[in-house]
């Protein structure tokens, strides 16, 4: 199973954030240990550089690059994936693009805590909570 995780619950475990930690960290772990397939979008990568630049040093970006590198594959943008982005029209071109990276990459889910900015999206959007409640139930 192929997931695309967006910024927020990446941002959650690298900054520890409740109530969410607990979840979010438990999607990363299901990627972590093969038991789902985890892509991030070097976009989310860049902001999450750009949100965090206050709190860490660059030595401390390229060591989080180098772990997340090990758990994660960091998918490309493309001038397509722009273009296609703003042909849909959404309102968040961020949004957008992570949309149609997840497509791009055949993502069964994309892993959100903002599932409402997915409502046009044709792949299924999940908070880690959602996420994880689906996969217990499908698992029993």
């Not at 860049?46 to 989080?64: E, F, G, Q, S, W």
């Not at 409502?119 to 689906?134: D, G």
Request: aromatic fraction near 10%; hydrophobic fraction near 40%; charged fraction near 25%.
């Amino acid at each position: 199973m192929r997931l695309l995780i967006d910024g927020n619950v990446v941002l959650d475990v690298l900054m520890m954030r409740e109530p969410f930690f607990p979840d979010s960290s438990a999607v990363w772990k299901m990627c972590e240990t093969n038991m789902a397939n985890g892509s991030i979008s070097v976009l989310t990568f860049m902001n999450l550089a750009y949100i965090m630049r206050k709190d860490i040093d660059p030595d401390k970006v390229k060591d989080i690059y180098n772990k997340m590198s090990q758990i994660f594959s960091f998918e490309n943008l493309n001038n397509a994936d722009l273009y296609n982005a703003l042909s849909l029209g959404w309102h968040d071109y961020e949004d957008a693009v992570q949309y149609i990276t997840a497509q791009r990459i055949r993502a069964d889910y994309i892993i959100t805590r903002n599932v409402k900015d997915f409502e046009k999206s044709s792949i299924t959007a999940l908070t880690p909570v959602e996420f994880l409640k689906r996969i217990r139930n499908d698992n029993q």
